[in-house]
């Protein structure tokens, strides 16, 4: 099998252990009942992604299960920051602050991220309609808006994996290409379109 893919398949399959028992006040939340929806979503961005990255964050997903870390949790929990501040008060010191690198990295991968994607939403509206609203500055209808849910995974990253996907990220850009519009073309391939185009198209009939 490609090196590429078991990678894949390895950090896919130990996110999903720590999603489906993320604690959800209420109960068990529909999404953590569709694991192939979940594989989806994830797979999409991973197979962008080179095997350099794809390494380290496997290396840090590794790391957090071997130290009792749910790295799904503390993402869910960072969110917090933005969408429920007295909430996030309470578990603050429980997460791992990120130091000024970080910070950093995590705000350069940030903007370059949101600019890619309001760029496809523009050109595909079609395919994205049913997601999150993009700005953290938005009432996203899922609660949670692009840039929160973005943010929160990021500064889940050790630094060393914020730092090559900062240089992964770069290198797109450099490239010339709209590292999310690459991110949605694996997704609508995945799901059995030729391309966005095509995908597009269908979502407006």
């Known amino acids: 099998m490609d090196e590429r893919i078991t990678l894949i398949d390895e950090i896919i399959s130990t996110e999903w252990e720590m999603f489906a028992t993320v604690h959800n006040v209420g109960g068990e939340a529909a999404c953590q009942q569709q694991p192939e929806t979940f594989d989806l979503q994830r797979r999409s961005q991973y197979l962008t992604w080179p095997t350099i990255v794809l390494c380290s964050y496997r290396d ?5 299960q071997a130290e009792g870390r749910n790295l799904m949790t503390e993402k869910y929990a960072r969110m917090m920051q933005r969408t429920d501040p007295d909430a996030y008060a309470d578990l603050e010191d429980w997460l791992e ?14 903007a370059r991220i949101i600019a890619w994607e309001e760029a496809v939403r523009e050109r595909y509206p079609f395919i994205v309609e049913r997601g999150r609203d993009l700005s953290s500055d938005e009432a996203s209808r899922q609660g949670t808006s692009f840039e929160t849910y973005l943010r929160a995974e990021l500064a889940t990253y050790s630094l060393r994996t914020l730092r090559l996907y900062a240089r992964h990220l770069r290198s797109v850009a450099d490239a010339g290409k709209n590292g999310s519009e690459l991110v949605h073309e694996q997704l609508v391939h995945l799901y059995g379109y030729d391309g966005l185009d095509e995908a597009n198209a269908q979502m407006v009939s």
Do not use: G, H, S
């Open 60 to 64: 840090d997903v590794r790391a957090a």
């Open 97 to 110: 602050p990120l130091d000024e690198e970080a910070e950093a990295l995590v705000n350069e991968a940030a």
